[in-house]
Nanobody, 123 residues
Framework: QVQLVEYGGGLVQTGGSLRLSCAAS????????MGWFRQAPGKDREVVATIGSKSITTYYADPVKGRFTISRENARNTVYLQMNSLKPEDAATYFC????????????????WGRGTQVTVSS
């Protein structure tokens, strides 16, 4: 079992930055694909960014390309999401997830999920 806890959410102004962290416990995530997803009220959960187990492969959803960066430190069992130039439409609950696959950008292929951290962007 992998337990995931997200940190770093909060309130930020439009154009501001936040760095989300996802701390994993229970077992090493070094062989897991990891991803960040988000869900806004009344909307479906959507992929934000994903990263392969060796950090070689990454995927970014079109709305966040060029503004968000996903990274991971396997030695710390932690995954990060650096979010820059935030927009009101980025406001959502952000979830970290782990996939037994080495890499995946498909939400249904993720096996473990955190409880989420709230990101609010004021205009």
């Amino acid at each position: 079992q992998v337990q995931l806890v997200e940190y770093g959410g909060g309130l930020v102004q439009t154009g501001g930055s936040l760095r989300l962290s996802c701390a994993a416990s229970g077992r090493s995530i070094s062989s897991y694909g990891m991803g960040w997803f988000r869900q806004a009220p009344g909307k479906d959960r959507e992929v934000v960014a994903t990263i392969g187990s060796k950090s070689i492969t990454t995927y970014y959803a079109d709305p966040v390309k060029g503004r968000f960066t996903i990274s991971r430190e396997n030695a710390r069992n932690t995954v990060y999401l650096q979010m820059n130039s935030l927009k009101p439409e980025d406001a959502a609950t952000y979830f970290c997830a782990a996939s037994r696959r080495l890499y995946s950008s498909v939400p249904s292929e993720y096996d473990y999920w955190g409880r989420g951290t709230q990101v609010t962007v004021s205009s």
